[in-house]
């Protein structure tokens, strides 16, 4: 059974060493001292920390999501939700730390994205950008959730973070090596599904996580990111609130996020419909950081047209024109760079034959095989933490 397969049952791809997990909405900590160690050292190739959590404001002084760190700044990687005796949080990756004010933002769900230059948080939009310049680290012990590695011994104590963790992701370049996913094991006992290495990962500390409710909803679809933003047409984010969009000629807003040409795009149940004269295409654009991170890499484009859903696998490189197409039910999807940074998301064809048809979704994402999947004729396709700012419709239009 392939790791991204199963919404209910998990399964490793090594033959079943997931099966019979149960997925969940969260796992949390009560500030007892559980910790769970992730196996996971920072290296050369480490670019990319994502945690989505909700953080208790009764945390004490240096209370820490995730981290490692080795002294003097070395091998550290570090995250606090309360700094020393202040509602700050701080960050920190190898070098100086970097502070921001976090008080509005205990209790609610956040993702804290953490690269080798930059720290964001976000809840609904993004309430902490902050930048700085520094090469990183490479840490000698594994990262730590729940508090932090103090060379290879946890802090149960000032640094123990009381908090719900919705998942944590590790990539290396536009390469995710680590996806940690709230799960009960086969007895029931709550701890971290890993995908990659089909690991299931417990409490280590005193203390025992408490978890939501199975079937509660919310739970996590076991599927890759989608790196399209805005891509659910049946339930898409149209802040712009008109029932349709056209354009003759030129490029016009349209959806969050995308832009329409030479056709109408009307917004209708259960999806959009694309009509016109000739050939018209509706376009999103791809982040250049996205873009330039993606590069060498295999992707899979699928779309979805009315009941059938196609894809292609291909490798992105910097050749201006076409990178990958595939025809749904006569339109076409596809993957456009416009030039050595530019790289767009693409829907379209002769429009004229293609008022009926109903667009239901699009998807990028990493790897050789589509995981867009229909279930009651609703969607099992995660997103980046970006995508989900629209998908809550709390985010700039784009223009």
Not at 119 to 131: E, T
Not at 224 to 230: E, S
Not at 371 to 396: F, H, K
Request: proline share 4%; hydrophobic share 35%; charged share 15%.
């Amino acid at each position: 059974m392939s790791i991204w397969g199963n919404p209910i049952m998990m399964g490793g791809s090594g033959g079943g060493g997931g099966e019979g997990m149960t997925p969940l909405q969260y796992i949390a900590s009560t500030g007892a001292g559980e910790y769970i160690d992730t196996g996971y050292a920072v290296n050369a190739d480490t670019d990319l920390i994502i945690a989505t959590v909700e953080i208790d404001s009764t945390n004490p002084n240096w209370a820490s999501p995730y981290g490692v760190m080795e002294g003097g700044g070395v091998g550290e990687c570090i995250f606090y939700a309360k700094n020393n005796g202040s509602n700050n949080c701080f960050f920190c990756w190898g070098g100086p730390s970097y502070t921001s004010d976090f008080s509005d933002y205990y209790g609610k769900t956040v993702t804290i994205r953490a690269t080798r230059n930059i720290g964001q948080v976000y809840s609904g939009k993004s309430v902490i950008n902050l930048s700085f310049n520094q090469s990183g680290s490479i840490s000698t012990y594994p990262l730590y959730l729940f508090t932090t590695d103090n060379f290879g011994s946890a802090i149960t104590d000032t640094h123990i973070c009381k908090m719900k963790l919705y998942g944590f992701d590790i990539y290396e370049g536009a390469v995710q090596k680590r996806m940690f996913r709230p799960a009960l094991d086969a007895a029931g006992t709550p701890g971290l599904y890993e995908f990659f290495t089909d690991t299931f990962f417990y409490n280590q500390g005193p203390g025992a996580f408490t978890y939501s409710p199975p079937g509660s909803g919310g739970e996590i679809p076991l599927c890759r990111y989608n790196l399209a933003v805005n891509w659910d047409f049946a339930d898409p984010s149209n802040s712009r609130g008109n029932s349709s969009y056209t354009s003759s000629g030129s490029l016009v807003w349209a959806l969050d996020g995308w832009q329409i040409m030479n056709g109408t795009m009307t917004v209708a149940q259960g999806g959009i419909k694309l009509s016109g004269s000739g050939f018209g295409y509706m376009t999103e654009w791809m982040t250049n950081d996205m873009s330039s991170r993606l590069v060498g890499q295999e992707l899979t484009l699928t779309g979805w047209v009315d009941d059938t859903i196609n894809s292609v696998t291909f490798t992105l490189d910097n050749t201006t024109g076409v990178q990958a197409s595939v025809t749904v039910d006569g339109l076409d999807f596809y993957i456009y760079r416009n030039d050595g940074t530019t790289v767009t998301f693409n829907i379209g064809g002769n429009l004229s034959e293609s008022s009926n048809k109903l667009i239901k979704a699009i998807k990028l994402e990493i790897g050789d095989t589509s995981t867009l999947r229909s279930q009651s004729g609703r969607l099992l396709a995660t997103t980046t933490p970006l995508t989900e700012l629209i998908r809550t419709r709390q985010t700039v239009r784009y223009n």
